[in-house]
């Protein structure tokens, strides 16, 4: 921290899918609904942006 270095480890515990065009989701081991408990990559995006920020 003295020198301005920051280092992070973010592990993502989860499967990772994604909400089709027609609303369904995908992920070749996971299941195909909202509910899944997949983890979208537009809200990983997003919470590294905020860690870098």
Do not use: C, F, K
């Amino acid at each position: 921290m003295p020198q301005g270095i920051h280092v992070t480890h973010v592990p993502i515990d989860a499967a990772i899918g994604w909400t089709q065009e027609d609303g369904t989701r995908w992920h070749s081991l996971a299941g195909t609904t909202v509910d899944d408990n997949m983890a979208d990559p537009a809200r990983i995006a997003e919470t590294y942006l905020q860690l870098h920020r």
